[in-house]
């Protein structure tokens, strides 16, 4: 009988006696669940097929069918081998030969007559190329016609394959291998199994459709989809606090996350702890982590048309607006998390101004989890020209000018003239900015004013213009917003300015304003950014002292109630500033028992005497502007006599 013949005879007895198939418990056939490492993925696995008291139970074997199902997308068939040398001796048929994760063997015996003696242990191996995570071995059909033509079913035992592997990437394409750092197996790109993370210092670019379990983008690392390009991500995609996503193509996964972690709030000190907050996800419910209960947090909106800001408890906004921005503050250190599609389209918000300062402020957010870089003609003209950020560290806003960047999930204040034009926050003004407070790349000048007592600071810029003013320009200053540190900015007799944009000229004096800020008492000035080649002086008014800041760095010195806050001139180039006397700005200062000396360079000796002049401690020292001393001294009243440059000053200091 031909072997055609032998087939078709089979298969019509396996028709007929279908209904009366048999299973019978004990025989089983079965495959394991196996483990894989990531040096696996992309390569071929085995996955064995056993079977057991087949013979014993059914007699001898004419044919059998064995159906194995997987998920295809994770295993695709290449073969089987390792087969029993009992099969070897039979004729094994494959169908449909792996198509859509199915796989089915047919097993004849070459006697047809006598059929064989099905073996107990592994039959065979099926070979699969796989490419990681988890996928089901789901034996789906074992059936046996035997020599006495009964059709038996034997017990099916169905198993699994799992692998996963952490990778982490630097610089360059998602698709290049020679980009990851970790089991890629014979994979040219990450693979389902894969969880991938990107971290500080890495920047990568999805070129081409994505596939993994995971994404995690930590602190500092960067991750922009294309245009036209699917990432496909099994579980979570996760942008941790510090990490930045650009979305321009699609992306699918089990879940989608950005955190943003904020410091605990010193309860004791209203100064502390305060965070400028927007969301980058759509429909960002404020529950949860975002509203703690209790007396140990506070969550504010801007209202610009009163001038105040709006308590949660007695608004309970129920979703963060997306590109609003919202004031908040909590007394335990946490990771605030948004979840949810993220924001990929541009965002406009309408903006007022209804009257007198701080009026025409309005607080704005970013909506997306990656920085964006401003630009005023996202408002046509009818805003001013810098950004406010609120800097936590530094107890004070901090100015954004055209070009620089706004961090991811973070808020913004934006004055507008006159409210006739909304603001459009475009999405092509995402982009990847590690730094959460940038340094200026513009010609400018950038003074700031530290409380040295509690560590606050504000800014202030001024920038130069020939078509500027020494007073308020629109659409070249930007007003001042007071925050909790000193009080610091260029003043024209009606307008408070963070930036000032004037004239450059030889005899210029732009006057400046300081407040003190609680209880303080000594601060400084720094200037923390110049021109090349140009000469800043700094002017007290208060004590007639002269000083160059581009040679010293620093100004220090006290402030007390009453003092008049017209303190301060900013000069460039004045004829004779040369011969101020090396000591005139000299300031010292106390802090428990540590004695400060500022404003002295140089070689330079100080004397720490009773209030009777006996001398109880000399240092000798080199300066360069600032020097600390341990004292130990008991509390009380002491002079100090500084020597430097053949001169002499005494001052008055108090130990606590």
């Avoid at 796989?130 to 038996?152: L, M, P």
């Avoid at 401003?374 to 003209?381: L, T």
């Avoid at 002295?600 to 600032?626: A, I, K, W």
Wanted: with cysteine; hydrophobic share 35%.
């Amino acid at each position: 009988m031909n072997n055609m013949k032998r087939k078709f005879i089979v298969l019509k007895i396996m028709l007929f006696s279908a209904i009366f198939a048999v299973t019978i418990n004990a025989q089983e056939v079965s495959t394991t669940d196996q483990t894989f490492a990531g040096s696996d993925f992309g390569t071929t696995i085995l996955v064995p097929i056993n079977t057991s008291d087949i013979h014993t139970s059914y007699g001898n074997i004419i044919t059998a069918t064995i159906r194995v199902e997987y998920d295809d997308d994770l295993l695709s068939y290449v073969g089987y081998t390792n087969v029993d040398p009992t099969l070897q001796n039979q004729i094994i048929d494959v169908f449909p030969a792996g198509q859509n994760g199915v796989v089915q063997f047919n097993i004849e015996a070459s006697d047809f007559g006598n059929g064989f003696q099905y073996p107990d242990g592994k039959s065979f191996d099926i070979q699969l190329t796989y490419a990681g995570a988890y996928s089901d071995i789901d034996i789906t059909q074992a059936e046996f016609f035997a020599t006495d033509f009964e059709t038996y079913n034997a017990t099916m035992i169905d198993g699994s394959v799992t692998g996963y592997a952490d990778i982490s990437a630097t610089n360059g394409n998602w698709n290049d291998v020679n980009i990851w750092t970790g089991p890629m197996g014979s994979l040219t790109e990450p693979g389902p199994g894969h969880n991938v993370s990107i971290l500080t210092g890495g920047t990568v670019t999805v070129t081409a459709d994505g596939l993994c379990n995971s994404v995690t983008i930590g602190d500092g690392g960067q991750l922009t989809l294309n245009s036209t390009i699917g990432l496909d991500v099994t579980t979570d995609f996760t942008i941790e606090s510090g990490g930045s996503y650009i979305e321009n193509g699609t992306l699918t996964a089990g879940s989608k996350t950005a955190e943003r972690y904020i410091a605990a709030a010193n309860w004791a000190d209203d100064s502390d702890g305060w965070h400028l907050l927007s969301s980058p996800v759509m429909d960002q419910a404020i529950s949860g982590d975002f509203i703690p209960g209790g007396y140990d947090f506070d969550f504010y909106m801007w209202d610009e048309q009163t001038g105040y800001w709006l308590n949660y408890d007695n608004y309970s906004w129920p979703f963060f607006d997306e590109g609003i921005g919202y004031l908040v503050a909590y007394q335990q250190a946490s990771t605030k998390v948004f979840t949810g599609d993220f924001n990929t389209a541009n965002e406009t918000e309408t903006i007022t101004n209804n009257g007198s300062d701080p009026q025409g402020f309005n607080l704005l957010g970013n909506p997306y989890p990656s920085a964006i870089i401003w630009n005023p003609s996202w408002a046509a003209g009818s805003v001013e020209p810098d950004l406010q950020v609120w800097n936590s560290t530094a107890g004070s806003y901090k100015l954004v000018t055209s070009g620089h960047a706004v961090p991811p999930i973070n808020g913004f204040m934006i004055y507008s003239y006159d409210g006739s034009q909304p603001v459009t926050i475009p999405a092509s003004a995402r982009a990847h900015n590690s730094t959460a407070w940038y340094k200026n790349t513009d010609e400018m000048i950038v003074l700031n004013a530290y409380d040295l007592e509690k560590d606050l600071f504000q800014e202030s810029i001024i920038r130069f213009n020939d078509n500027s003013s020494l007073d308020y320009d629109q659409g070249l200053d930007s007003r001042f917003l007071n925050g909790y540190a000193p009080g610091f900015y260029s003043f024209d007799g009606e307008m408070r300015m963070a930036s000032n944009t004037v004239p450059f000229g030889s005899d210029l004096v732009v006057p400046f304003r300081f407040e003190k800020n609680n209880e303080s008492s000594s601060f400084m000035i720094e200037l923390a950014e110049s021109i090349e080649g140009e000469d800043v002086y700094l002017k007290d008014l208060k004590t007639n002292t002269t000083v160059n800041l581009s040679e010293t760095g620093s100004y220090t010195f006290s402030s007390e109630e009453g003092d008049d806050p017209d303190r301060f001139e900013l000069l460039f180039g004045v004829v004779g500033i040369e011969d101020v006397q090396p000591l005139a700005s000299a300031h010292v200062y106390s802090n428990g028992d540590i004695l400060t000396v500022a404003n002295v360079e140089g070689e330079s000796r100080m004397d720490v005497m009773d209030v009777q002049g006996r001398v109880l401690q000399t240092e000798e020292f080199n300066s360069n502007g600032y020097s600390t001393f341990d004292l130990e001294l008991n509390t009380g009243i002491y002079l100090v006599r500084l020597y430097n440059s053949g001169e002499a000053k005494t001052t008055k200091v108090f130990v606590k």
